[in-house]
């Protein structure tokens, strides 16, 4: 018997799940985390964030983080922005095993990458303009979850 991958994909939560929480107040939080994400990619020299492959996996590097002098203020920031940027590589990390497929391309196209939906919709499996609304739904309360910010 032959198994196909496509198959054992992580589910989308359901219409019922979804209602449970807000989305505006999720979709605002992902953003945040999401524009911090980005930032950290650039500000943080350091720290190699992780990279996502063009089957949308994510493979994650290790690296040491660089020491600083912490005598002073700005260091001390320096430091705990750094560790926050960390945090939230680290949180994605831990989620994206759990998102769906779908899920996936949609964080990476339209969240990360800033492309369209519609670009996002011609890489997904089996997915329609009708679908994103759900897949998109579920991913950011997925996110919204992972990161703490569901509340």
């Known amino acids: 018997m032959e198994f196909h991958e496509e198959f ?3 589910l989308l939560l359901d219409a019922e799940e979804i209602k449970c929480y807000s989305y505006e107040k999720c979709r605002e939080e ?3 985390k999401i524009k911090k994400y980005l930032r950290a990619h650039f ?6 964030p992780p990279k996502i492959t063009v089957n949308y ?13 912490k005598t002073s203020d700005y260091v001390a920031d320096k430091i705990d922005s750094e560790m926050e940027a960390l945090e939230i590589y680290n949180k994605l990390k831990q989620v994206w095993n759990r998102l769906s497929y779908n899920e996936r391309v949609y ?3 339209v969240l990360i990458y800033k492309k369209s939906e519609n670009y996002a919709i011609d890489h997904m499996k089996n997915a329609t303009r009708y679908l994103l609304d759900h897949i ?15 509340e």
């Open 30 to 32: 992902v953003e945040k």
């Open 136 to 150: 998109k739904k579920s991913c950011i309360i997925k996110l919204a979850i992972a990161f703490n910010v569901d």
């Open 8 to 10: 054992f994909d992580n």
């Open 57 to 69: 996996e994510f493979r994650y590097e290790s690296f040491t983080p660089k020491k600083i002098d």
């Open 107 to 109: 964080t990476t196209e």
């Open 43 to 48: 500000k943080f020299i350091n720290l190699i």
